[in-house]
């Protein structure tokens, strides 16, 4: 293995990290990362996101514009979108639960700098106490519904749902 990517971990070896693991690294993982993948972005607090990784790219004599940015959303059709949303929700009680320690959440802190800090802190309490189902209870279904893309399908105007969009069509 080159010695270039020994500095990050291996999912940061392919070059794509986590705003979490550039916080904690002071912004040294761009001397060699390519990019960043981002699991639950915002758009309205898109800067929380962002700013340590322009900081970071500059620390690096990167242009942040020269980094690959990918956000990784779920795309779901439904009719039930608050159902849809409390489902992806519920999910975040494990991410802010489980992902790192007590004292440092990778995931639980990017979700704070979007403006979350009191309910994650809450989930990720009640999660460390092994109350699961009140932690994914706890979740905000707002981060449910803005870190994913969600919505009713599509319809014609006479209301019905086109072919090409029904479970049934072949995508050939």
């Given at each position: 293995m080159p010695s270039s990517l020994l500095c990050v971990p291996a999912v940061q070896a392919v070059g794509r990290y986590d705003a979490g693991s550039m916080m904690a690294s002071g912004g040294s993982v761009l001397g060699c990362a390519n990019g960043w993948l981002d699991s639950a972005f915002i758009p309205e607090t898109a800067e929380g996101s962002v700013f340590p990784i322009r900081a970071g790219a500059a620390g690096a004599?990167?242009?942040?514009?020269?980094?690959?940015?990918?956000?990784?959303?779920?795309?779901?059709?439904?009719?039930?979108?608050?159902?849809?949303?409390?489902?992806?929700?519920?999910?975040?009680?494990?991410?802010?639960?489980?992902?790192?320690?007590?004292?440092?959440?990778?995931?639980?802190?990017?979700?704070?700098?979007?403006?979350?800090?009191?309910?994650?802190?809450?989930?990720?309490?009640?999660?460390?106490?092994?109350?699961?189902?009140?932690?994914?209870?706890?979740?905000?279904?707002?981060?449910?519904?803005?870190?994913?893309?969600?919505?009713?399908?599509?319809?014609?105007?006479?209301?019905s749902t086109p072919s090409a969009c029904s479970s049934t069509s072949s995508p050939g």
């Open positions: 004599g990167r242009s942040f514009t020269d980094l690959d940015i990918t956000v990784a959303a779920s795309a779901e059709v439904s009719e039930d979108i608050d159902g849809v949303a409390r489902r992806h929700a519920r999910g975040s009680a494990f991410t802010f639960g489980r992902h790192g320690s007590r004292t440092m959440n990778f995931k639980a802190d990017a979700s704070a700098r979007r403006g979350y800090g009191e309910d994650v802190t809450a989930v990720q309490r009640l999660w460390l106490q092994r109350e699961r189902e009140a932690a994914a209870a706890r979740a905000q279904l707002e981060i449910g519904r803005k870190t994913n893309l969600l919505g009713p399908g599509p319809t014609s105007s006479s209301g």
